[in-house]
């Protein structure tokens, strides 16, 4: 139902995002919606953590730096989009966030949203929509990453032996792969 709506939308800057997230703002939609869901869940369902206020905040400064760094992140790589895609120069980005993983907005979200829920609702009910979420974003980058190989071929396929979708345990793979094409 979203898909028809948003491939016919009017609006040049709602038109802009969707062809700078793709198919990414459906893993947005289906992660808040999972989110939600799992608070409703909660009165019936609990696994209750006790921690203290002061135990929250600590754990809570690490998440938000993460977040704050995501959130760098994410302009980086809406920046790099713009320049490539939406200037219709479709050249493979390698550089910035996208030198660590292939999908740094899926990643950005798999590390921010679900350890503050967590964190918050002091319920570990919360470790199960970050498994579906993550579960969910595999199947995501499998679905972009078709268009991806058709716009970039070999390139692409290249690309993704040194760098990892979406947990950056490779290190700069991005600067191995430039190193060697």
């Known amino acids: 139902m979203i ?26 939609l289906a992660g808040l919606l999972i989110e939600a869901l799992t608070v409703c869940v909660q009165h019936w369902v609990s696994f209750p953590v006790s921690s203290g206020v002061s135990i929250q ?16 992140w994410f302009n980086n790589t809406l ?15 390698t550089k910035g966030p996208f030198n660590y993983v292939r999908h740094p907005l899926y990643s950005t979200l798999l590390f921010t949203l679900p350890p503050l829920m967590i964190i918050w609702y002091s319920d570990m009910l919360f470790i199960i929509p970050w498994v579906v979420i993550f579960v969910i974003s595999h199947y995501v980058v ?36 430039r190193e060697h094409n």
């Open 3 to 28: 898909k028809p709506i948003l491939n016919n939308v009017k609006f040049p800057l709602l038109k802009s995002l969707k062809d700078i997230l793709g198919v990414g703002i459906y893993l947005l």
């Open 79 to 93: 920046n790099l989009a713009k320049t490539y895609l939406l200037g219709r120069e479709h050249k493979l980005i």
């Open 57 to 72: 905040i600590a754990l809570t400064i690490p998440c938000v730096l993460l977040c704050l760094l995501g959130m760098i």
């Open 142 to 177: 499998l679905l972009e990453e078709r268009g991806l190989i058709k716009t970039f071929g070999e390139d692409y396929k290249r690309y993704r032996e040194y760098v990892p979708a979406l947990l950056p345990y490779k290190g700069d793979g991005g600067r191995r792969y």
